[in-house]
């Protein structure tokens, strides 16, 4: 059926349309950093020559285990210090006041990132008990320049489940934000927010650091049922629910794990290590495999 013609047009000029719940974004370009920035690259650079790291959303990069935070680095130090501080900000622009609270008595972890040419991080979102909210910082973008295709870009996803019109105006429509990078940028969001890394074209090291920070006085609404949103079998028989969903998974990355284990690397370390690494990396593709294919990406 048809809309009738009579009810549109001039008759809905006074709705009213709002746009509910936005995400608070914050952007900020630490000024003098070019010194700061390539100590703290030497640090990560070194570290990743001595830690095969770990597998998490990273798809071919290198990831630090959660610790930068307690790194030997004046760097590594002072950077904890500076996403403490516009946190306190973020919080004051949000709030519209400054009631000191906010000022210490904040809980950081976080880690470096490494991705190279064909290197990308798969959706995903920090939110958890202890992270409320999320922070990058770009230490060396590498070869990404504005108005030059390297990829590498931080991509904020909008989940929100908007229909959109994709085959008139997409660009207008689609609610997805690609983020541009650039050395000694510094973005703040909340945990919650999924994001993505685009796949990274360049060839020079494309370094950042992210982090999950965590205050007492801060409390994330709803996030017991955000975290706890399973169903009776997954809460009182969380082994069997999990084994016959993680079996098949885990059997899939057994299959994966030859030629993971006889490919070349390049981090310095033992084959125990290069074995554990390669092992998570099965398993990390081996999860994504098969979130696909629920998805119904892959048959």
């Known amino acids: 059926m048809r809309p009738n013609p009579k009810l549109t047009g001039a008759m809905f000029a006074d709705a009213r349309l709002d746009l509910l719940f936005p995400s608070p974004v914050m952007a900020f370009d630490w000024p003098s950093g070019e010194h700061f920035n390539r100590g703290l690259r030497d640090a990560i650079l070194r570290r990743r020559e001595r830690s095969a790291g770990v597998v998490k959303t990273n798809r071919g990069g290198w990831q630090s285990d959660v610790d930068l935070q307690d ?47 064909g290197h990308f991080n798969r959706s995903h979102s920090h939110l958890g008990a202890y992270a409320q909210i999320s922070a990058i910082y770009y230490v060396d973008v590498g070869d990404i320049q504005p108005g030059r ?33 650039s050395n000694g940028r510094m973005l703040m969001f909340p945990a919650s927010l999924m994001h993505s890394v685009e796949r990274y074209q ?4 494309r370094v950042t650091v992210a982090f999950n920070l965590f205050h007492p006085a801060l409390a ?55 074995a554990a690494l390669a092992w998570a990396t099965a398993t990390a593709l081996a999860s994504e495999h098969f979130e696909a294919r629920a998805n119904g990406q892959v048959r």
């Open 71 to 117: 790194w030997d680095s004046s760097e590594a130090g002072e950077l904890i210090q500076r996403v403490q501080s516009l946190a306190h900000e973020y919080l004051v622009r949000q709030a519209k006041e400054d009631n000191g609270v906010f000022r210490q008595g904040w809980q950081v972890l976080a880690w470096a990132n490494v991705n190279e040419h």
């Open 149 to 181: 295709d390297a990829g590498g870009r931080t991509r904020f996803e909008d989940w929100t489940a908007v229909a959109i019109d994709v085959d008139r105006n997409p660009d207008v429509l689609r609610r997805d934000v690609l983020m541009q990078p």
């Open 202 to 205: 360049g060839h020079s090291p």
């Open 220 to 274: 994330v609404p709803r996030l017991g049922q955000h975290i706890g949103a399973v169903g009776w079998w997954a809460t009182n028989f969380r082994g069997l629910v999990m084994l016959r969903r993680k079996l098949p998974e885990k059997v899939y990355a057994v299959g994966l794990l030859p030629r993971l284990l006889w490919r070349p690397w390049t981090a310095q370390g033992s084959w125990m290590r290069h």
